[in-house]
């Protein structure tokens, strides 16, 4: 089955230890994205990838590093968890064909105590 | 201020009404435009997505571009209480509906029987 997988679905950690939250596609995507969502905020765009080796930042990057060592995987890391990083994360992929669909994980609930 | 501003709602219609949801944007390079749906615990969907002015339409949606007036809409005939989601928008000043993007807040929509 074609998907976007993102481990661990829930997550309860303490500030300033070092975290990392896993994405890996099984459609040979060449994009891929994750972001963050919080209440009255919407959607923002952490960190993207347009083929592997290449991240660029997107809208909220402060505090979050990603690698893109191998096209299926596109980990999240936080080096030091703050409170204000607790919110619900998607991972998403998507081809370079069009129509440039971008298919979302399940998320990943993370609260920093 | 955000680059582009979405109405939160809610939004609460009748079954077989015409909803209309819009974003306004202040960016003029923007030159793609999307709408994502997003069901209650669940990650986004790409519903629909223009290049540049313009109409397209996909069924019972409409989407529409103003770039004179810096406005996008989303029209959607006969609503259906499997609409019921939220909307977000979104946008890209590079030549694809990838990488950089810029989301609206979301407006959550419930369509009643």
Redesign the interface.
């Known amino acids: 089955e074609a998907q976007v997988t993102q481990n661990p679905r829930y997550l309860i950690t303490v500030t300033g230890k070092k975290l990392t939250v896993t994405c890996s596609q099984n459609m040979n995507h060449e994009?891929m994205?994750w972001y963050r969502q919080d209440p009255?905020?919407?959607?923002?765009?952490i960190y993207?990838s347009?083929n592997v080796e290449a991240t660029?930042k997107?809208?909220v990057p402060e505090g979050y590093k990603v690698s893109r060592k191998e096209k299926r995987n596109f980990p999240l890391i936080l080096e030091s968890p703050s409170p204000n990083q607790t919110s619900l994360y998607?991972c998403?992929s998507?081809s370079?064909t069009v129509?440039?669909?971008?298919y979302?994980?399940?998320?990943t609930r993370l609260l920093v105590l | 201020q955000k680059e582009v501003e979405?109405d939160?709602g809610p939004l609460s219609v009748p079954e077989g009404a015409i909803v209309s949801l819009n974003c306004t944007y202040s960016n003029s390079a923007f030159q793609y435009f999307m709408w994502?749906r997003q069901y209650s615990?669940?990650?986004?969907?790409?519903l629909m997505?223009t290049y540049s002015s313009g109409n397209k339409e996909d069924g019972r949606f409409t989407a529409q571009v103003d770039k004179s007036s810096k406005y996008i809409s989303l029209f959607i005939r006969d609503s259906q209480p499997s609409d019921s989601a939220t909307y977000?928008c979104?946008m890209s000043d590079r030549g694809?509906?990838?990488?950089?993007?810029?989301?609206?807040?979301?407006t959550q929509l419930t369509v009643w029987p």
Request: charged letters at 20%.
């Open positions: 994009y994205s009255g905020l919407g959607l923002r765009q993207y347009m660029d997107g809208d998607f998403a998507s370079h129509p440039e669909t971008q979302f994980g399940p998320g | 979405q939160p994502y615990r669940k990650g986004p969907e790409l997505y977000l979104a694809s509906t990838l990488g950089r993007l810029y989301f609206g807040r979301g």
